[in-house]
C-alpha cells in the first residue's frame, strides 16, 4: 500500500560511521528526490535523480552518494558521518512533471 | 531562480475559528505552487497544488488556497479548524520550465489549534 517507504525510520549512529537510507516507490514514477530537513524544520533539496540517471546535486558534501539500482529505488548512503547530519531525510518521487510525494522520512542522529 | 516567503512562523488560534496560513513567492518563471502539511514526528503530506485554470483550489481536511499572480501569493485558508489541525505546514514552489523541477520549501508555519 505504501507509497513512498523509507528505511530505517530511526537511525542513531556514532560520529566517523559509514550508513545508508534506503528509499523505494511503487507508484511507478521515473524521478526520484532527497530532500534534508534540518532542525528548525528549514527542507532542502539534496539529490534528483531520473531514471537511474542523476540529475540535480545540489553542492552536498562528496561524503553524500545516492545511488539509483533502478528507478524505483534511490538509496542514500553517507560516509564519515559528522554531527552537523543530524536531521530529517525525505525521499520523495514525481508525478508527471510537478507533484512530488514524499515518505514518512528518516530522523538521524550523530553522536 | 524561485523563492518562498512564508511570513508568519506561528499562528496560535482558537478550536472551530478560522485561519489563514500566508505564503509570497517569487520566480523569473510561471510557477506551481503547492502546501504540504507535517503532522509532528510524521512526513509531509500534499494539502493541495495549484497547476492551472481556476485560482481558488480546494484539497485536503477542507483546507483550500487562492492563487494570486499579481500578488505573488498562495495563502491557505480554512473556514474551521479542529485540535487535529496542530500541525506544520509549507508552501512550495516549482518552476514550470523543465530544468527547474526541484521544490523550494518556504519556512513552515506552526499552527497551533487551541480548545
Known amino acids: 500500500d505504501t507509497a513512498v517507504s523509507q528505511t530505517p525510520k530511526y537511525l542513531v549512529t556514532q560520529m566517523g560511521n559509514d550508513k545508508s537510507i534506503k528509499c523505494e516507490q511503487n507508484l511507478g514514477h521515473d524521478t526520484m528526490y532527497w530532500y534534508k530537513q534540518d532542525s528548525k524544520k528549514f527542507l532542502k533539496i539534496m539529490f534528483s535523480y531520473n531514471n537511474k540517471e542523476l540529475i540535480i546535486n545540489e553542492t552536498v558534501p562528496n561524503r553524500f552518494s545516492p545511488k539509483s539500482p533502478d528507478k524505483a529505488h534511490l538509496n542514500l548512503h553517507i560516509n564519515s558521518l559528522e554531527l552537523g547530519d543530524s536531521a530529517v531525510y525525505f525521499c520523495?518521487?514525481?508525478?508527471?512533471?510537478?507533484?512530488?510525494?514524499f515518505g514518512p522520512g528518516t530522523r538521524l542522529l550523530v553522536l | 531562480a524561485q523563492s518562498v516567503t512564508q511570513l508568519d512562523s506561528q499562528v496560535p488560534v482558537f478550536e472551530e475559528a478560522p485561519v489563514e496560513l500566508r505564503c509570497n513567492y517569487s520566480?523569473?518563471?510561471?510557477?506551481?505552487l503547492f502546501w504540504y502539511v507535517q503532522y509532528p514526528n510524521q512526513g509531509l503530506q500534499l494539502l493541495l497544488k495549484y497547476l492551472s485554470g481556476s485560482t481558488l483550489v480546494k484539497g485536503i481536511n477542507g483546507f483550500e488556497a487562492e492563487f494570486n499572480k499579481s500578488q505573488t501569493s498562495f495563502h491557505l485558508r480554512k473556514p474551521s479548524v479542529h485540535i487535529s489541525d496542530t500541525a506544520e505546514y509549507f508552501c512550495a514552489v516549482t518552476g514550470r520550465s523543465y530544468n527547474t523541477d526541484k521544490l523550494i520549501f518556504g519556512t513552515g508555519t506552526r499552527l497551533q489549534v487551541f480548545p
Open positions: 520566480s523569473s518563471v510561471s510557477v506551481y
Open positions: 520523495a518521487s514525481r508525478e508527471g512533471r510537478e507533484t512530488q510525494y
